[in-house]
Every structure is written in structure tokens, then in C-alpha cells.
């Protein structure tokens, strides 16, 4: 039984995204806490000096460090390769996807291009990622199990 809200990482560089984010996660059930950040190394020094987070949504393309060098870190990393990336990205290249996946994504979802497919993409994601999978307990995940 989980003792606390998850806590999900947003990390987008466009603040209209990520306002329209925040507007769909109103909209929805999803009461759990979102963290903002802009850019990659935003992600590691949020990663680096809080709690881990249970999910992080990451966009690709942004400065400073983008989100291929960020997903690279964390699934290269033994104690954040656990936690689960979901990229949301306006490429719907066949390469980003293959990079993706193969760096260890969990999932890819090209962004939508209206609110309410927005609305109904971050409705599956609450769904999914926060009320039917198990997601790792940070303690466990610390202590290297």
C-alpha cells in the first residue's frame, strides 16, 4: 500500500507545455505532486539533491543538456534506472523512437496537438502509470535490490 503521493517529474522547456500540462493534470484525477524542470541539468541536480522521483515525463528536445543525454544518464545510472521514463516529445522520428527505446524508455508518446487529446493522453497516463502498475519503493531501489 503506498504511504505517500507519487511524485512525478515533468521535464519540458516550453512553459505554454508545460502550463497546458498543469491545466490537463487539474482536469483530471492525477492529485499526485508535479515537479517542474527545463532542462537536463535541472533533472540531475533535482534527481541529486531530493527524493527520487517515481516517473519522470521528458521531453527531448532542450537546451543545456536534452533529454537523450538525461535518459542516457538515469538508465545508465544502477540506482534511478528503475524509475520509469515516459518521453513526450513533438519528433516522431524513427530514430528518436528507436533511440528511446533502445536507451531504456518506457514509453514514447509523440505530443498531442490539441488540449483535448492532451487531456485524454494524460488521463491514460494517470491510469496506467499510477493506479495499475506497481512502481518501485524508493527504499528498495536505494538499497540496491
Same mark, same amino acid.
Given at each position: 500500500?503506498?504511504?505517500?503521493?507519487?511524485?512525478?517529474? @515533468?521535464?519540458?522547456?516550453?512553459? =505554454?507545455?508545460? *502550463? $497546458?500540462?498543469?491545466?490537463? #493534470?487539474?482536469? %483530471?484525477?492525477?492529485?499526485?505532486?508535479?515537479?517542474?524542470?527545463?532542462?537536463?541539468?535541472?533533472?540531475?541536480?533535482?534527481?541529486?539533491?531530493?527524493p527520487r522521483p517515481d516517473l519522470i515525463i521528458l521531453d527531448l528536445n532542450m537546451p543545456a543538456m536534452?533529454?537523450?543525454?538525461? @535518459?542516457?544518464?538515469?538508465?545508465? =545510472?544502477?540506482? *534511478? $534506472?528503475?524509475?520509469?521514463? #515516459?518521453?513526450? %516529445?513533438?519528433?516522431?522520428?524513427?530514430?528518436?523512437?528507436?533511440?528511446?527505446?533502445?536507451?531504456?524508455a518506457n514509453s514514447y508518446i509523440k505530443k498531442p496537438d490539441s488540449f483535448s487529446k492532451l487531456l485524454?493522453?494524460?488521463?491514460?497516463?494517470?491510469?496506467?502509470?499510477?493506479?495499475?502498475?506497481?512502481?518501485?519503493?524508493?527504499?528498495?531501489?536505494?538499497?540496491?535490490?
Amino acid at each position: 500500500m503506498r504511504d505517500r503521493p507519487y511524485t512525478i517529474l @515533468l521535464v519540458e522547456d516550453d512553459e =505554454d507545455d508545460y *502550463l $497546458l500540462f498543469s491545466e490537463a #493534470i487539474a482536469e %483530471t484525477s492525477i492529485t499526485h505532486r508535479v515537479i517542474w524542470v527545463r532542462d537536463g541539468e535541472a533533472v540531475m541536480k533535482q534527481i541529486s539533491e531530493h527524493p527520487r522521483p517515481d516517473l519522470i515525463i521528458l521531453d527531448l528536445n532542450m537546451p543545456a543538456m536534452d533529454g537523450r543525454d538525461v @535518459l542516457r544518464q538515469i538508465k545508465s =545510472d544502477p540506482l *534511478l $534506472l528503475s524509475i520509469p521514463i #515516459i518521453v513526450m %516529445t513533438t519528433s516522431g522520428a524513427d530514430e528518436d523512437i528507436e533511440f528511446c527505446y533502445s536507451m531504456g524508455a518506457n514509453s514514447y508518446i509523440k505530443k498531442p496537438d490539441s488540449f483535448s487529446k492532451l487531456l485524454n493522453t494524460v488521463k491514460l497516463i494517470g491510469a496506467y502509470w499510477l493506479n495499475v502498475v506497481e512502481l518501485p519503493r524508493e527504499r528498495y531501489v536505494n538499497e540496491g535490490f
